[in-house]
Nanobody
Framework: QVQLVESGGGLVQAGGSLRLSCAASRRTFSDYAVDWFRQAPGHEREFVAAISRSGDNTDYADSMKGRFTISRDNAANTVYLQMNSLKPEDTAVYYC????????????????????WGKGTLVTVSS
């Protein structure tokens, strides 16, 4: 069992930046592949970014490539999402999710693959 807590959301103007954090309760967080998803009002939850347990493999949704960067500090049990050039359409609740993974470079992009979820942090981008 691992508890995930997101932080770093808030209100930002279009073109601005935010860094989200996902802190895990377990010291073995390095055993987990981690994703970020988001859900806007009236929309389904969508994939944002993924990182392998070792951090050597990442993936992004097409609309986030070049603007968002996922990274992790396993010593700090934390995964980050750096979001630059934010747009009003990035407004959503952002969730981190984790799944225990045996292979160091495996990543997942489907919410169905994830076992543990945080409660989310709200990002609002004003125009």
């Amino acid at each position: 069992q691992v508890q995930l807590v997101e932080s770093g959301g808030g209100l930002v103007q279009a073109g601005g930046s935010l860094r989200l954090s996902c802190a895990a309760s377990r010291r073995t967080f390095s055993d987990y592949a981690v994703d970020w998803f988001r859900q806007a009002p009236g929309h389904e939850r969508e994939f944002v970014a993924a990182i392998s347990r070792s951090g050597d493999n990442t993936d992004y949704a097409d609309s986030m490539k070049g603007r968002f960067t996922i990274s992790r500090d396993n010593a700090a049990n934390t995964v980050y999402l750096q979001m630059n050039s934010l747009k009003p359409e990035d407004t959503a609740v952002y969730y981190c999710a984790a799944v225990l993974e045996n292979f160091r470079s495996t990543i997942y992009t489907s919410p169905a693959a994830m076992d543990y979820w945080g409660k989310g942090t709200l990002v609002t981008v004003s125009s």
